[in-house]
Each structure stands twice: as C-alpha cells, then as structure tokens.
Nanobody, 115 residues
Framework: QVQLVESGGGLVQAGGSLRLSCVASGSIFSISAMGWYRQAPGKQRELVAR???????TYLESVKCRFTISRDNAKNTVSLQMNGLKPEDTAVYYC?????????WGQGTQVTVSS
C-alpha cells in the first residue's frame, strides 16, 4: 500500500497563496498519475488538478490560471501551488494516487480562505 502524506494547508486571506505538498512512499510514484481533490462541507469531493506520469496536467475550470500542479519524481512529491485564493476554495484538500484496483488517498489538509 502506498502512503501519502500532505502538508501545507492553513488559513490565508483572500488573494493570498498557499503551497500544498504530498510525499508518497513506494516505488510506483513515477508511473502513476497524481491528483489533488477537495471537499467542502456539505459538498461532494471534486478533482481540482491532475498530473499524469508524463506531466500532462488538467484543472478544474474554476482554478485554472490560479493553481499549478507539479511533480518531482526524484522526491516522490506532488505539489499544488495555489495563488489568488478565494473563500470558495475553502475545503479539505486530498492527495490522490491513481492505482488499480483502488486509488490511494492522503489524510487531507485543511485550507481556509477568509474574506
């Protein structure tokens, strides 16, 4: 089983920035697609950004041009740089590693954006 450990969440004012990081154990990191999901209270978990094993990226429409996902295979790390944060970005953010038959998930890190 792969373990994913997130860090970097916190409280920030609207317009501010945060950088989330996720370190993965195991040797399959470099061949796996990774993603960041978020879940706000009372809402379903949604995909925020995804990066393939070849570093192709996709983003939730509402975060395009504000968030950037990147990966460092040498360090088994995937990061999410979040700029121009808005109160509606407030949620628990989860790191995800795509794997068959079941994905692996981190424990989540809280991001709170005050207005």
């Amino acid at each position: 089983q792969v373990q994913l450990v997130e860090s970097g969440g916190g409280l920030v004012q609207a317009g501010g920035s945060l950088r989330l990081s996720c370190v993965a154990s195991g040797s399959i990191f470099s061949i796996s697609a990774m993603g960041w999901y978020r879940q706000a209270p009372g809402k379903q978990r949604e995909l925020v950004a995804r990066i393939s094993s070849t570093s192709r990226t996709t983003y939730l429409e509402s975060v395009k041009c504000r968030f950037t996902i990147s990966r460092d295979n040498a360090k088994n790390t995937v990061s999410l740089q979040m700029n121009g944060l808005k109160p509606e970005d407030t949620a628990v953010y989860y790191c995800n590693l795509e794997r068959v038959p079941n994905d692996d998930w981190g424990q989540g890190t809280q991001v709170t954006v005050s207005s």
